[in-house]
């Protein structure tokens, strides 16, 4: 692309910037809370763009006045200054203008949102299970690398270990954005413990990861919503036996497009105290509707980018962990590597800035810019 043409393109948006800018300060639109959230969201992200036009306004500067001191300058000490300026910077125009692009290019509006995690054992018995768990683990590393906060708000321990279900909601800082990429069938080739005779088996867990619902997303009929109480299981002495606190809501959704309803069940143990485990399993609602209804704008974007991992079939098989090789696949983008301990240790975000590449040459196909 042309250089006045992708300066032209980030001249317009300036006007928009000031446009919010102003509107996010009327008392009628802060009063609106969805309406300001999204303006909030779009006012940060315009000035992000903006704040890298300057950067690249002045990079082109630079350069105009460096090539006007070779081409009319004959002090040779300011000859060497404005070609070593050049060198310098001509080669940093190409990677920056496509970073300029990619900002350029619509974002996935739920990327910034907040995400729960299911994980559940698939085919493989109790093997699958344990995976489960492993990769609850690994998970787990990962957020505490990210600095994101992640609870448990439900389970279901495997016969021999590990989770046939378990449920996180995760917090902090483009934690959607992040972990979609996760989303699909995760098949394991290992030794099982089960295992005598030292065969490898393959088993699987499927990983699914939902955008946190805000309150304002959806409309949900909360005298609808039918409660139920019931002793939680697990660590915590005669506290256990005595105070109901776990919850459990059914709640019928009725399908937009078909006005067919459906029963949705959540149960939430994570804590002792009965309040907040209904407010957790209120925000599990509230994204498993806002999923139901968002997911034919999910399904159009996997429809175009055939090699994006993100919004595509939750069925699909993603990855494969090979224990006797130390192996990870990814197979969306037919990528390996050789570190199997450290990526079941949290150390998975080389693979996801891979599948970010990936994502990103679609969407500036789509977008031709």
């Not at 006045?65 to 190409?94: C, H, N, Q, V, W």
Request: aromatic share 6%; with cysteine; proline share 3%.
């Amino acid at each position: 692309m042309a250089e006045n043409s992708l300066l032209e393109k980030l001249e317009g948006l300036q006007h928009k910037f000031e446009e919010i800018s102003t509107l996010i300060t009327d008392p009628a639109v802060i009063a609106d809370q969805k309406r300001y959230v999204k303006l909030n969201k779009e006012y940060r992200d315009l000035e992000k763009i903006l704040d890298v036009q300057k950067e690249y306004k002045t990079m082109l500067r630079t350069i105009e006045e460096a090539k006007e001191i070779l081409d009319g300058e004959t002090d040779s000490e300011m000859r060497e200054m404005a070609k070593s300026e050049l060198d310098d910077l001509m080669p940093r125009i190409p990677q920056f203008e496509e970073e300029i692009k990619l900002l350029l290019v619509p974002s996935d509006p739920e990327d910034g949102k907040n995400a729960i995690l299911e994980i559940r054992g698939g085919t493989g018995g109790d093997e699958a299970a344990i995976f489960a768990g492993d990769l609850a683990r690994m998970y787990q590393k990962y957020a505490e690398l990210k600095g994101w906060r992640m609870e448990v708000s439900s389970l279901s321990e495997g016969t021999i270990g590990g989770f046939k279900e378990i449920v996180f909601a995760v917090t902090g800082e483009n934690v959607y954005g992040t972990l979609k990429y996760e989303s699909g069938v995760h098949r394991v080739q290992r030794v099982p413990v089960t295992e005598t005779q030292g065969r490898v088996h393959t088993s699987a867990a499927t990983v699914a990861v939902l955008p946190e619902a805000d309150e304002f997303d959806v409309e949900i009929k909360e005298g609808e919503i039918k409660w139920d109480t019931f002793r939680s299981g697990g660590a915590g002495g005669q506290n256990v036996n005595k105070v109901e606190s776990g919850v459990r809501l059914r709640y019928v959704w009725k399908n937009p497009n078909t006005g067919i309803g459906e029963e949705i069940l959540i149960e939430c143990t994570e804590t002792r105290d009965q309040p907040k485990n209904k407010e957790r399993a209120l925000a599990r609602l509230r994204t498993l509707i806002y999923d139901r209804e968002h997911q034919k704008y999910m399904d159009d974007i996997a429809a175009r980018r055939k090699t994006m991992v993100s919004t595509g079939d939750r069925s699909a098989k993603i990855r494969t962990y090979n224990y006797p090789q130390g192996r990870i696949t990814d197979h969306r983008i037919n990528y390996t590597i050789y570190n199997l301990a450290a990526f079941m240790d949290g150390d998975i975000q080389q693979v996801i800035d891979n599948l970010i590449i990936a994502e990103n040459a679609e969407r500036l196909k789509e977008s031709e810019l």
